[in-house]
């Protein structure tokens, strides 16, 4: 039965930080559910942060979303609200809702900024609609905002199944270690603040259907993810290193062989690569990876994370660089 009227629901506030993928997920077997066609590994980033502030109230004729302040325009819009509605269905109401979301770090350039705002966003709806879900159901909901928002629901080192089910009931993330199991360096390079020209859900698409690549990615996925998640385990990072660099180049090679090609990469990008390699050959443990965007994530010891900060600030055409490290995962802060 759904609960209609004049009803005001609390105001709940809650946080997500962004994830790096180190084996990625690209390609969805189902489109409307963004159900993966593998499966997938990332670490929880702490410091890159996003906030979400949800209230359901009987007495709003609309959803209102603001973004950073502002109000969110046409597809943007869209896409909260339809979430919003998940929520709604789920929890049986139909009050709209008030939403302001604002995350400290650059949104849609590849830096997961959609995976820390669904995490956020389900965390904070789910509750504010007087919901109380597990984090394997939180994971389910977030997914169904953007798929990588099944990993921020945890911290650490979480791993997202692909699952089996038409349904995508057996789809969602768990984790495969906490942030205190092996306390890496990672360090975010900006190369490019603007907003990407094609977002994942279309390169996605695209790299499926137009490049013959995509076969091969899909067979060679599940040895990098076991690799990975092994290196994890033995905390390993020369292993964890060399599988997601191989694991990030071969998706970016998928797309850039797809017709039209999709070429995320700034000549920047490709300088911070360079001066990895160069810093690898120095003697120094280190490795990147790239979502779809043009910044670099790098991972390296904890001690050496200062000193690579500053080296890779040099590089030219880097304009900022972020620290962070593993991280914890959603969390309430707030609840009226
Ligand atoms: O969650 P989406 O639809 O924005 O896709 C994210 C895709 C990558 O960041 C490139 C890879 C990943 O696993 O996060």
Same mark, same amino acid.
Request: glycine share 8%.
């Given at each position: ?5 004049? *009803? ?7 946080t997500a ?16 559910l ?6 997938s590994l ?75 705002? *669904?995490?956020? +966003? ?48 057996d ?12 306390? +890496?360096?990672?360090?975010?390079a ?58 990030? +180049? ?17 000549p ?35 001690q ?9 600030g ?23």
């Amino acid at each position: 039965m759904v609960r209609h009227g004049q *009803f005001e629901m609390n105001e709940v506030v809650a946080t997500a930080n962004a994830n790096v993928a180190l084996a990625k997920y690209w390609g969805k077997r189902d489109q409307a559910l963004n159900l993966p066609y593998t499966g997938s590994l990332s670490i929880t980033l702490a410091g890159l942060t996003t906030t979400a502030r949800v209230s359901f109230s009987g007495r709003l004729s609309a959803d209102q979303i603001t973004l950073n302040g502002q109000e969110a325009v046409a597809i943007e819009a869209q896409r909260f609200r339809a979430f919003l509605s998940l929520v709604r269905r789920t929890a049986q109401i139909d009050a709209k809702a008030e939403v302001a979301i604002s995350g400290n770090f650059p949104v849609a350039a590849g830096l997961a900024s959609s995976a820390s705002t *669904f995490a956020a +966003l389900a965390l904070a709806a789910s509750h504010a609609a007087g919901l109380s879900l597990s984090t394997r159901e939180l994971s389910l909901l977030a997914r169904r905002g953007s798929g990588s928002a099944a990993r921020s629901i945890d911290g650490g080192y979480v791993e997202w199944l692909a699952g089996e089910a038409a349904d995508g009931s057996d789809s969602f993330a768990v984790q495969v270690a906490p942030a205190d199991h092996w306390p +890496l360096g990672v360090v975010v390079a900006i190369t490019d603040e603007s907003r990407k020209r094609l977002g994942s859900r279309e390169a996605m698409a695209r790299a499926a259907k137009h490049s013959p690549f995509f076969p091969a990615w899909l067979q060679s996925h599940d040895a990098d993810l076991d690799e990975i998640r092994q290196g994890i385990r033995d905390r390993d990072l020369t292993r964890v290193g060399q599988a997601a660099e191989h694991n990030c +180049l071969k998706m970016h090679a998928v797309c850039m062989a797809a017709r039209p090609s999709i070429l995320y990469w700034t000549p920047a990008t490709v300088a911070v690569i360079q001066r990895v390699i160069e810093l690898r050959h120095a003697g120094i443990d280190v490795y990147f990876t790239i979502d779809a965007g043009p910044q670099l994530k790098l991972l390296c010891l904890p001690q050496q994370r200062g000193a690579l900060a500053e080296e890779i600030g040099r590089v030219p055409g880097v304009r900022k660089v972020l620290l962070s490290a593993p991280g914890c995962g959603a969390q309430v802060v707030e609840a009226a």
